[in-house]
């Protein structure tokens, strides 16, 4: 029979009783973080944008791996227009996770405001992939790819783009017109015709 020393053994029991309470530190952390974070939301409702931010920082503080914490401090920044801090929190948001569809949407306004429409491109893909896993379309990279295709001429893609973004938009009046001017541009009819078609099965 294998015997372990006294020595060993408190050693070891150390140990265990060092992750145990490591464990519950992590979970404390995180439930905190996630309270601070929704003191954070309620202070941007309320217009206290300054001490917002604080909490949301400091619920990154108490979780870094907290993707809505990162997303919230982005779009805080991103509403007092500074959009280089608000760039980097989007980001971290991304980074921490792939199914952050909100935040690469971000990104890839960020690139479109900036006419970088490939990089633009890249984000607008992964934000409507990553939305579509979560089962939750994001008609706003539905109508970003949209606006990239019609600046690059590619019309009926655009068109195609828009028509299925707007299944998942509440608000469609400024999409309409939209569309109506790119039909107007399409000049293979008998294609547009087709697609409309197989859209509305």
């Keep these: 029979m294998f015997k372990v020393s006294r020595k060993y053994l408190y050693i070891l029991t150390g140990v265990l009783l060092a992750?145990?309470?490591?464990?519950?530190?992590?979970?404390?952390?995180?439930?905190?973080?996630?309270?601070l974070l929704d003191i954070s939301s309620d202070l941007r409702k309320k217009g206290e944008i300054e001490r917002s931010i604080k909490l949301a920082k400091r619920a990154i503080h108490y979780n870094p791996q907290n993707a809505?914490?990162?997303?919230?401090?982005?779009?805080?920044?991103?509403?007092?227009d500074?959009?280089?801090?608000?760039?980097?929190?989007?980001?971290?948001?991304?980074?921490?996770?792939?199914?952050?569809?909100?935040?690469?949407?971000e990104i890839g306004l960020y690139y479109f405001n900036r006419a970088e429409y490939d990089a633009a491109l890249r984000y607008f893909k992964?934000?409507?992939?990553?939305?579509?896993?979560?089962?939750?379309?994001?008609?706003?990279?539905?109508?970003g790819?949209?606006?990239?295709?019609?600046?690059?001429?590619?019309f009926l893609r655009a068109y195609n783009l828009y028509?299925?973004?707007?299944?998942?938009s509440e608000n469609n009046e400024m999409i309409?017109?939209?569309?109506?001017?790119?039909?107007?541009?399409?000049?293979?009819?008998?294609?547009?015709?087709?697609?409309?078609?197989?859209?509305?099965?």
């Design 19 to 35: 992750a145990h309470a490591l464990g519950i530190r992590n979970i404390k952390s995180s439930r905190y973080s996630s309270l």
């Design 176 to 201: 309409i017109p939209k569309m109506e001017s790119l039909v107007k541009k399409i000049s293979d009819k008998k294609r547009l015709y087709a697609l409309v078609d197989s859209l509305k099965r």
């Design 82 to 105: 500074n959009r280089t801090q608000a760039l980097k929190y989007f980001r971290l948001a991304a980074s921490q996770d792939l199914l952050a569809y909100q935040a690469f949407n």
């Design 163 to 168: 028509f299925k973004g707007m299944k998942f």
């Design 145 to 154: 790819l949209a606006a990239i295709y019609e600046i690059k001429g590619d």
């Design 68 to 80: 809505k914490a990162y997303y919230l401090a982005g779009s805080l920044y991103k509403g007092r």
């Design 126 to 143: 992964q934000a409507q992939k990553s939305s579509i896993k979560r089962r939750k379309p994001c008609a706003e990279s539905y109508f």
